[in-house]
């Protein structure tokens, strides 16, 4: 159906970024066939103010509102990214804590 096509190109990469976003958080649908639709799906459950999703939903190319999705869903990817990270880290440095004051003796 988009073969070929501007859209397609634009509709793949939203899929892909939405798709491996939403595989972090929760369970997602894993084909997709109409890009308008997606782009609905992403506005209304991304972590985007309403009148922010409002205004990506009103763009009237598709290829310029797969486009600000792909850019704000970017952007939540690395925070989201970092965020894991940094909770990793944390935990990390808890565990070696933990193991040192445990094997210092102090504990006993």
Request: aromatic letters at 8%; proline letters at 3%.
């Amino acid at each position: 159906m988009l073969n070929g096509t501007p859209i397609a190109v634009f509709f793949q990469r939203l899929w892909i970024i939405i798709f491996r976003l939403y595989c972090l958080a929760s369970k997602f649908p894993s084909t997709m066939e109409d890009p308008r639709f997606l782009a609905y799906i992403v506005a209304t459950n991304a972590r985007l103010k309403t009148d922010e999703a409002q205004r990506i939903l009103e763009i009237d190319n598709l290829r310029d509102t797969l486009r600000s999705l792909i850019s704000h869903l970017s952007r939540e990817k690395e925070i989201l990214t970092l965020g894991k990270k940094i909770e990793t880290e944390a935990r990390d440095e808890i565990d070696k804590a933990q193991q040192a004051w445990a094997t210092s003796g102090v504990g006993s």
